[in-house]
């Protein structure tokens, strides 16, 4: 397991083009809107009145990883990902 410190160390060296920071900046956040929307369409199994999908593995894994990482990025995360749920929630 990485601690938050050096897996942002790590990351931090494979990202100092000021392009790629760019990039990242604008593609990942949609991205990852993308890739939640494409995950929600996909139909979950009924369990009684539960339904569990797809969906629910991508969002509580991401979440599990990052809160591992750290609190502060686990509330960022849950935060855009609870965003961009509305979003997607929105235009349905």
Sequence with gaps: DMTLEQWLSKYAESH???TNQMI???????????VMALAYAVPALQLGSVSIGLFHFLIFG??????RLG?????????????????ILLIE
């Design 71 to 87: 609190q502060n990025v686990g509330m960022v995360m849950l935060a855009t990902c609870s965003f961009f749920f509305l979003v």
């Design 62 to 67: 991401s979440l599990y990883f990052y809160f």
């Design 24 to 34: 990242h900046k604008i593609f990942v956040p949609l991205i990852m809107w993308c």
């Design 16 to 18: 100092q083009n000021p």
